[in-house]
Every structure is written in structure tokens, then in C-alpha cells.
T-cell receptor, first 112, second 115 residues
């Protein structure tokens, strides 16, 4: 069984650009979570999607947004990139909301 | 909202010794407490979890204890090995109403096991 997959693995952008990150959950999982992990720091909760709807949102500005598709895959969009957006973006999925979360390998975003 | 504090931020132990990482949480409604291990450059991986109806859980060299009254939970690693070196995150998951779950991670503990 495939785990959580994320693409791309690495991305380099410049300030002001927009970026889209993608996540495919484990087959059968309906909940998808996004986290930001800046270098050397902890996991900051960004967004939670379940059954196609945004269920919860962390303390991030509106330029961080996303969506979940009917097949439960998800996209994270970040507009007007800033230098401090440079981080590892991790996606996780769970079978049902509130259950064990399994993480993808992440997308390393560098903003120059 | 929930606040999870994790201590210590760094921990060095000699190989074979035990390591203990402690977390406290603020929301008494939290009912599920997972622990994740993140090796350098890799994804966080669940190593053990505990639910609020259980006081202790063991899996080989790893154990987690939960004190609901005091709102703290701890990870215990015995007979540490160099491959235990990683960053460990605790987390608390609680239902916050209207179908919404709140997940909060601690800031992590960097464990170094010295051969």
C-alpha cells in the first residue's frame, strides 16, 4: 500500500511568486492535513481538509489556501511568497478525522 | 486553544541509558496523544500513541505514560541506541466542537545518543 505522496520534492521560487504543492493521501483516507516546518523548528498546523471541505485552519495569513478534490487528494497554494515561507511543507492523512496521522516526505520550498 | 509544552528541547544520553521526554497540555478535552520521531531529512513517523482512557502503553523499548489529572504525558525510551537519535514530537488531539479537531504539536526534543 502506497503511503502519503507529495510533489514536488523540492521547489525554488522568488519573492512575490505563487506556488502549488500537491498531496495524495493513503488510499481510503479522507482527511488531509498540511503543516509547515521551518528549519530547526517544530510543526506548525496550516490546514485540515475532510470530505472535500476545510475543517480547521491554523494561524496563517489568507495567502495560504488549499482545497481537497473528490478523490481526497489536496493542493496547498501560497500566494505572494515571502522569504519566511521557506520551509518544509508536510502533508499528512488519516482514515477518519481525529485518528492517527501518517506523513508524506514533504516538499522543500526555498524562497529567494 | 490547546497549548502543548515539551521538555527538554535537547537531550543527550549515553548509549544504553534511558531517555525521558515530557509534555504538558492545557485542554482537558484532549483525548489522544501521539508521539512522532523525525530523523534528519525524513518525515515524522508515529512511534507510539495513547488515548485518554489508558494510563500507560508499552512497545518494546518505548513506553508512554499519561496523567490526565495533571495533564501531562511522557515518552520513555530504555536501553537507548544510536539509531534512537532524532527529533521527537509529542502532540495532543482534542475535539473542539462542530466537527472540528484541534491538533497541536510540541516544539520537539532533539535526542542524541552517544555511543
Amino acid at each position: 500500500e502506497a503511503g502519503v505522496t507529495q510533489s514536488p520534492t523540492h521547489l525554488i521560487k522568488t519573492r512575490g511568486q505563487q506556488v502549488t504543492l500537491r498531496c495524495s493521501p493513503i488510499s481510503g483516507h479522507t482527511s488531509v492535513y498540511w503543516y509547515q516546518q521551518a528549519l530547526g523548528l517544530g510543526l506548525q498546523f496550516l490546514l485540515w481538509y475532510d470530505e472535500g471541505e476545510e475543517r480547521n485552519r491554523g494561524n496563517f495569513p489568507p495567502r495560504f489556501s488549499g482545497r481537497q478534490f473528490p478523490n481526497y487528494s489536496s493542493e496547498l497554494n501560497v500566494n505572494a511568497l515571502e522569504l519566511e515561507d521557506s520551509a518544509l511543507y508536510l502533508c499528512a492523512s488519516s482514515l477518519v478525522a481525529g485518528n492517527i496521522q501518517y506523513f508524506g516526505a514533504g516538499t522543500r520550498l526555498s524562497v529567494l | 486553544g490547546e497549548n502543548v509544552e515539551q521538555h527538554p528541547s535537547t537531550l543527550s544520553v549515553q548509549e544504553g541509558d534511558s531517555a525521558v521526554i515530557k509534555c504538558t497540555y492545557s485542554d482537558s478535552a484532549s483525548n489522544y496523544f501521539p508521539w512522532y520521531k523525525q530523523e534528519l531529512g525524513k518525515r515524522p513517523q508515529l512511534i507510539i500513541d495513547i488515548r485518554s482512557n489508558v494510563g500507560e502503553k508499552k512497545d518494546q523499548r518505548i513506553a508512554v505514560t499519561l496523567n490526565k489529572t495533571a495533564k501531562h504525558f511522557s515518552l520513555h525510551i530504555t536501553e537507548t541506541q544510536p539509531e534512537d537519535s532524532a527529533v521527537y514530537f509529542c502532540a495532543a488531539i482534542g475535539y473542539s466542537g462542530a466537527g472540528s479537531y484541534q491538533l497541536t504539536f510540541g516544539k520537539g526534543t532533539k535526542l542524541s545518543v552517544i555511543p
